[in-house]
Structure formats: C-alpha cells, structure tokens
C-alpha cells in the first residue's frame, strides 16, 4: 500500500466508578464498540439535494470555512481531485450524480462503507477507495479533524475523525507565515502606531506602555490565532491585525481616539451602540462617530476632544 488515507475513531474518556455497563467495560478495553461490529455511512445528501461528494469546490461546507488560506486549500485540492477521479474511472462524479444514489438503477453507482473501530486505511493509489475517502472525509458524522472534535465543532456523538496529516501540516504552514509576516510588518511599525494598532484589538495599551510590553503583547495575541472573547470572539487575530495595520494613518489616529475616549469615559456606549456624551446621543454607532469626526467640517469637534482625552489622562496621573 502507498499513501494513504486514514479515518480514526474517538476514543472516548473511561468514567471512574459509577455502576457498571457494557459502554464502560468496551472503553476500559480499548474499544468503543463491541468487536466485529461497526457504523455503516453513505453519501450525505445536502438541503440543495447535492451530494456531499469531497470533490465539489462550489460545495457549502467550504463556503463555510472561515479561514481564507485553509479555504483555498481545500477548494485547491477537491478541484484536482474531481479531474483526476473522473479521468481514472470515466463516471460523472459532479455533486448531482446518479453514481452517487446507492438506491439508484445505475450500473454503476457508490457502495456504503462499513467503518470499524480503530484505524480505516485507504489506500489512495487505487481510485475507487480515494472515491471512497474523499466523500468520508467531509462526511457531517466524521470529524475533519480531532483538534476540530475537541474545539466543540462537532457533536458528541462523533466517533470518528480524518487523521490527515498532509492538510493539517500545510493548514499550520500557511497560518505559521501569516502569524510571522504580522510580527515583521509590526516591528516596523513607529512606536506610537504599536500602540495604536494594539488598543484597537483590545489590548490594555496606554501612552506610557514600555514598548517592550507592547511587543510582547501583540506577540502573544497575533500566536493565539483567534480572539477567545471580547468585540472580536471568534474573528482571526492575523485579519483584525491586518485590518488596522493597512489603515490610513488619519483614520487609525481618530479611531485610536475615539476608543481612548470610550475606554475614559468621555463617551459612552448605550442601547444598540449608540454614542452619548452625557444625556446627549452624539452619534448612532462608534463607525459613524469616526466618520463625522474624519469630516473636515468637524475638525474643530475633533481637536476639542483631544483635548478633554489629555485632561482626563493628566488626571488619572495626579
């Protein structure tokens, strides 16, 4: 056998004590099911009526992958497969196929497969059981990956998970290169532009924040790869990032303010966004206050409010 294909099963955590049941005497084995037996699959049908196939770039479970690069990868790799398959066993294998109907009269149609516990290999020099993997690997009930199992992307009741080593490694590739280039382009960055960039993805940066702890600040939250929680829960640290460090000098400077005035209290947040200074609504989200202050009809509005932020800070010093 060549290069292959690897579907594992979850081992599944052994509870101590407790009363007794066949579950618990299978998993103290090793086992997550009784020998012999297994989980029969066939092709998932989606909504849309179309096959969840592994060779479909137009499919829904990549348009739902969030991460731009592991997206392209994806939609990189089913293209090239679907042309090779199709070549290698001359059948339409397009997400609404016939061949993919078990039920169906075709002559020629898919097989469900039987997977057992352990390690399902597939030996993916021979195209009928790449067939296979490709559509068990983006199976709903077989997790793509086991970190994903762990995160909660999946139900509990998945027992298995893909075990593929190839796309995890390039998948952290290209997130590691993102992760590095940020860290670069931040060095380069002017003193006073770090600490702008860092408050506006949340950091507890002040205009007295040693440059050394700025650094290692951005250095921690850039390696983390998502916010765990706050405005930005769940988005990528590397795209926030990027999304302020391409700015234009002149909007991250008002934007930098206008988060340093809510963060002093100058303004403050109400019902759905809205800005109030005081009793008085001044605008109806933080986005429309930075335009109306960008305005060159307001920048006197905009100097003032400077000047009430220096207030405010020279009084938190005293």
């Not at 950091?203 to 921690?220: A, G």
Request: charged share 30%.
């Amino acid at each position: 056998m060549g290069i292959t294909g690897k579907i594992s099963v979850i081992k599944k955590e052994v509870s101590v004590g407790g009363v007794k049941t066949m579950d618990k005497a299978l998993r103290a084995a090793g086992y997550t099911r009784v020998p012999g037996t297994g989980v029969t699959l066939f092709p998932y049908k989606e909504l849309n009526g179309k096959y969840r196939t592994g060779l479909d770039p137009e499919a829904s479970y990549i348009e739902r992958i969030q991460d731009p690069h592991e997206q392209a990868i994806e939609m990189e790799r089913v293209t090239r497969l679907k042309a090779k398959l199709e070549k290698a066993l001359n059948i339409d294998l397009g997400p609404r196929s016939k061949f993919w109907n078990y039920t169906s009269n075709e002559e020629i149609k898919i097989s469900p497969i039987k997977l057992s516990d352990g390690d399902n290999l597939f030996d993916l020099s021979d195209p009928l059981k790449e067939l296979t993997y490709s559509w068990l690997r983006v199976h709903p009930m077989i997790a793509s990956s086991y970190q994903a199992y762990l995160r909660g992307d999946y139900p509990s009741s998945v027992q298995f998970y893909v075990a593929d080593d190839d796309i995890e490694d390039k998948i952290t590739y290209k997130k590691k290169q993102q992760v590095n280039r940020a860290i670069v382009q931040f060095e380069e960055m002017t003193p006073d532009k770090k600490k702008k960039v860092a408050r506006l993805m949340g950091l507890p940066i002040t205009d007295n924040t040693k440059e050394e702890y700025v650094y290692n600040q951005m250095d921690t939250l850039l390696k983390k790869l998502e916010f765990d929680k706050g405005e930005y829960a769940n988005l990528s640290t590397i795209e926030v990032f990027n999304r302020f460090s391409g700015m234009d000098e002149g909007l991250l400077e008002v934007k930098d303010l206008v988060r340093q005035a809510i963060k002093n209290s100058i303004y403050r947040i109400k019902g759905s966004g809205r800005i109030f200074e005081g009793d008085n609504q001044i605008a109806e989200s933080e986005d429309d206050l930075v335009k109306y202050l960008m305005d060159d009809e307001h920048q006197d509005e905009l100097i003032i409010l400077e000047k009430k932020l220096n207030i405010k800070k020279q009084t938190k010093l005293t």
